[in-house]
């Protein structure tokens, strides 16, 4: 059971509106243990990020957490006032946001910013910190340390500052991280080099990872288990490979089977017909019904659900949607 | 080989360079010298009527550039661009469907312009059954003319950026990230459009994208750009079976697979270098595993061995002569 760093339960964030109340997060459950790259993949207005904001304490007002709950290690987290959310980011889960250059204020050299973080969490003296702030640029393959580490967050290229960010999450060797497209302004080359960053620290480290994107392909190179959401729900949930290469949910088909392949030639990509429903006009039962090709009376009545694995499709649950 | 007569566009030896030096003052009180980026820099490629040409490469590769160049948005450096067409009828879909769209005007406004532009004798009741026809043709209603583009969803705003290209008939689209906006799911949508409308009227685009699997199903031929230099230009089955440039096999070895993930590999390093100062000879050999004394010096030329197989590499070159030289 300590193995489990991240649990969370039947979470739904919601936000009140004047036009009655959106549910972005609608009852969503799921765990990582201890050296887990767990993947939270769906397309914009999913909830993806909504989820990941969530963890860290962070969603903006009105948005808030209606229900559920989010232990990490065992501590429960999500009813905690800011102040003391404020100690548990950075210290025990660290942030990975898509643009490096809004994690790094531009007008202090990064040594400066990795200091002030490490005395943040932890009690070393200034030099002490400084030496651990060049371990840190090292581990994450920052070439040429000494000079690089009193360098402004400008004369670092794209790739680099995305390395210092990570090397700022990792100050106080939090449990979890939680990356919200972390790749997402990057170059392919570029990308693979993160993403086989991440993994290493993960493996080293025993960090859990959560890895929010859009990008199937960088799930099915990083992350051992998926999640895929729609509209705010989990749609799937299970090890990658058979997410990817047996998906069971006809949203999940329909994604793998629009993405253009590197090897096969098709002459016409597997189209999804219509579009994600807003939030405020989710239909009832399965959110993706008036989309799938599968769809029968159940489907339309009754939300299926999936609590650690699985496909939340009444096809997959009962092979039955009647 | 008969490629000349059938060839829609020419680019013969295209340069663009930007002047980015320090203001006048401070070159005069710091000394700062001028300093000029290359971003198309001495780029050629022919592409035939009715077949799509892709451009990729990471950011900063000026494949964006040419784009511009191609359309007449930016005046060339140096070379030659020659079309073999009516320059009315050469069309451009941009990247981001938010920006390229006037929010103050109704859809059908926006569709109709080229139109009133481009043939302004054409009567009224004309132009409204035209602009009804493309909107249906994209896959709207005819009603969505009266709606502003903030109404729309990414894929709906892309689809209305190709109707208004439509509009005016062309015969050549330049289509620059077309779909890098998009969500996967709309991406495929947008595409089998696109596809679809080129096998209906026989249209030729050049194809701009970073992502190597959208290009794969695009294009007819792929032309792979790096700072500023085609370095591999093969009809897309041979690209992908056989790439001849290490920078080609660079992006097809970092880019995720789906269909057999790479999950142990370890990337190659580097990054790609600055265009200000880019390095001498070949401009690959700092992060090139096969590079020797003579890249550093010379710079490769993409040898005309065959029309639709080229490569700017000395290695490429020592090791494919043989099979390159003849056909």
Request: net charge neutral; aromatic share 4%.
């Amino acid at each position: 059971m300590t193995d489990t760093v991240l649990d969370v339960r039947n979470l739904r964030v919601e936000f009140p509106t004047r036009h009655g109340t959106l549910t972005a997060v609608d009852d969503i459950s799921l765990t990582i243990k201890r050296g887990e790259i767990l993947g939270i993949v769906g397309e914009s207005g999913a909830g993806k990020s909504m989820t990941g904001m969530a963890i860290l304490g962070l969603l903006e007002p009105p948005g808030r957490i209606a229900s559920g709950s989010i232990h990490l290690s065992g501590d429960r987290i999500d009813a905690l006032d800011d102040r003391a959310m404020q100690s548990i980011r950075g210290r025990r889960i660290g942030a990975i946001f898509q643009d490096p250059l809004t994690s790094l204020n531009p007008l202090f050299r990064v040594g400066d910013q990795l200091v002030e973080t490490i005395r943040l969490h932890t009690d070393l003296t200034k030099s002490q910190a400084r030496t651990r702030a060049k371990d840190l640029m090292r581990e994450v393959g920052i070439p040429a340390v000494d000079e690089r580490i009193d360098n402004y967050p400008h004369q670092f290229s794209g790739g680099m500052r995305q390395r210092i960010v990570i090397a700022l999450a990792l100050c106080a060797e939090p449990e979890l991280i939680v990356a919200d497209e972390p790749t997402t302004a990057l170059d392919v080359s570029i990308q693979a080099q993160i993403t086989a960053l991440l993994k290493r620290l993960c493996r080293d480290r025993g960090t859990a990872v959560m890895l929010v994107t859009h990008d199937m392909g960088v799930i099915a190179e990083t992350a051992d288990r998926v999640a895929v959401m729609y509209a705010g729900r989990l749609a799937e949930l299970g090890a990658v490979e058979d997410v990817v290469r047996r998906p069971q949910h006809p949203y999940t088909v329909g994604l793998m089977g629009s993405i253009p392949s590197l090897r096969k030639d098709v002459a016409e990509l597997q189209m999804i017909p219509g579009s994600m429903p807003r939030l405020n006009a989710i239909p009832q039962g399965c959110a993706f019904n008036p989309r799938c090709t599968h769809a029968g009376p159940k489907c339309r009545r009754d939300q299926p659900r999936i609590d650690s694995a699985g496909a939340a499709c009444w096809l997959a649950l009962e092979g039955a949607t009647a | 080989m008969n490629i000349r007569p059938n060839a829609i566009l020419e680019v013969d030896a295209l340069e663009r360079r930007f002047d980015v030096s320090a203001p006048w003052l401070n070159r005069m009180i710091e000394g700062k010298p001028r300093r000029t980026l290359r971003a198309v820099d001495g780029v050629d490629f022919v592409i035939q009527r009715g077949q799509t040409l892709a451009l990729v490469g990471e950011s900063g590769c000026g494949k964006s550039t040419i784009a511009k160049l191609v359309t007449g948005l930016h005046p060339p450096s140096g070379g030659k661009i020659r079309f073999n067409g009516d320059p009315d009828r050469m069309q451009m879909i941009f990247q981001d469907p938010f920006a390229s769209l006037n929010p103050r005007w109704r859809v059908g406004r926006i569709i109709a312009e080229p139109l009133r532009t481009l043939r302004p004798e054409t009567p009224a009741e004309r132009v409204a059954a035209r602009v009804d026809e493309l909107l249906r043709t994209v896959g709207l209603a005819a009603a969505d003319g009266l709606k502003f583009p903030h109404e729309f969803s990414g894929g709906q705003r892309q689809r209305i950026s190709i109707a208004r290209a439509l509009a005016g008939e062309p015969e050549f689209l330049v289509c620059d990230e077309p779909t890098s906006a998009l969500d996967v799911s709309v991406q495929a949508q947008v595409l089998n459009l696109m596809k679809k409308l080129q096998k209906d009227m026989g249209l030729t685009y050049l194809f701009i994208s970073h992502d190597l699997s959208v290009v794969r199903h695009m294009a007819d031929v792929i032309a792979v750009m790096y700072l500023g230099r085609i370095v591999e230009i093969q009809p897309t089955a041979d690209l992908f079976a056989s790439p001849l440039h290490p920078y080609t096999r660079l992006l097809l070895d970092t880019i995720p697979d789906l269909d057999a993930p790479k999950r142990d590999r370890a990337p190659m390093g580097g990054e790609v270098p600055s265009p200000v100062s880019p390095p001498s000879g070949c401009s690959f050999h700092p992060r090139c595993p096969l590079a020797f004394d003579r890249c550093k010096r010379e710079r490769p030329e993409r040898r005309a061995q065959v029309h639709e197989r080229r490569v700017a590499c000395f290695a490429a070159e020592a090791t494919s002569t043989g099979e390159t030289t003849d056909t």
